[in-house]
């Protein structure tokens, strides 16, 4: 990866992505291309972001069909390290982005973040990119990420692409392939409790609390939907709100069986 990078003139976005890419993906892609003159993509299943009961084993690995997609869209490098390369026998430096890290997703899945904010720290140090490129469908990370990268003075710039869905609203993800159909049929209900949300701040709802009920109350109609969370925060520090003004995080993650899944929308004047 190093040498390939040094033989790269000119601008170089990086995409991270664990694989199992969708239309979601290809946007990131995208979005990278219009900034740069070259695209870094990588393909890395990050053990350090999975907690020990988590689904790491049964992450979708579709590796054939992830490298045509990247050659599809144009890619000029794909960097997919094995685990050993990524952390090495002896391996013990972790990067813990603080409390930013610890709420929300960070609470539910102790370490998380530390994982992420550790993988991505190294890939910005093997790939040195100007400009890489997340998703908004992981709000948390992105805000983490931006975090780190000012913190560590990684002098990389961060852009977002907004979250792609499905056209029932289901927001892509590589977990939704895990879903059984019954749960994928009751799916989009996650995207409707947002709606939810977004219809009671246009009718002037300005309570934190109340916009989050909203959500809850669309999502208690679904008995296979086990709510982990519903959060309307300041989309800047990620702190829940009281009365404001706006503008509001709403963000949620919900389980269908052993799928956990997280959507989030932006509430703005
Ligand atoms: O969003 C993801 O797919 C992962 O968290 C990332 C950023 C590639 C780090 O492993």
């Known amino acids: 990866m190093r040498s390939a990078r040094a033989a790269l003139k000119g601008r170089v976005s990086l995409v991270p992505t664990m694989?199992?890419?969708?239309?979601?993906?290809?946007?990131?892609?995208r979005l990278a291309r219009a900034q740069s003159d070259n695209v870094v993509a990588s393909l890395?299943?990050?053990?350090?972001?999975?907690?020990?009961?988590?689904?790491?084993?049964?992450?979708?690995?579709p590796r054939g069909r992830d490298l045509q997609m990247f050659r599809d869209a144009g890619v000029d490098v794909v960097y997919a390290p094995l685990a050993s390369e990524v952390y090495p026998p002896g391996d013990s430096t972790r990067v813990d982005p603080g409390e930013m890290g610890a709420i929300?997703?960070?609470?539910?899945?102790?370490?998380?973040?530390?994982g992420v904010a550790t993988v991505v720290t190294k890939l910005f140090v093997l790939v040195r990119p100007d400009v890489a490129v997340f998703g908004e469908k992981d709000a948390q990370q992105v805000r983490v990420i931006k975090r780190v990268t000012r913190d560590l003075m990684h002098g990389v710039e961060i852009a977002v692409?907004?979250?792609?869905?499905?056209?029932?609203?289901?927001?892509?993800?590589?977990?939704?392939?895990?879903?059984?159909p019954e749960d994928r049929a009751a799916a989009p209900a996650i995207y409707q409790s947002l709606r939810a949300a977004m219809d009671a701040w246009q009718k002037g709802e300005r309570r934190g609390p109340a916009i989050s009920n909203a959500v809850r109350t669309v999502l208690s109609g679904v008995p296979q939907a086990e709510v982990e969370y519903v959060s309307a925060a300041d989309p800047e520090t990620l702190a829940e709100v009281g009365l404001t003004s706006g503008p509001v995080l709403v963000s949620l993650a919900v389980r269908f069986g052993s799928v956990r899944l997280i959507d989030n929308v932006t509430l703005t004047t």
Do not use: C, I
């Open 104 to 114: 929300l997703e960070g609470a539910h899945r102790p370490g998380h973040f530390a």
């Open 44 to 61: 890395f299943v990050n053990p350090t972001q999975f907690g020990p009961n988590e689904d790491f084993a049964l992450y979708p690995r």
């Open 161 to 180: 692409a907004p979250t792609v869905r499905e056209a029932d609203g289901l927001a892509l993800s590589s977990r939704n392939v895990l879903l059984k």
């Open 19 to 29: 694989g199992a890419l969708h239309a979601g993906h290809m946007s990131l892609v």
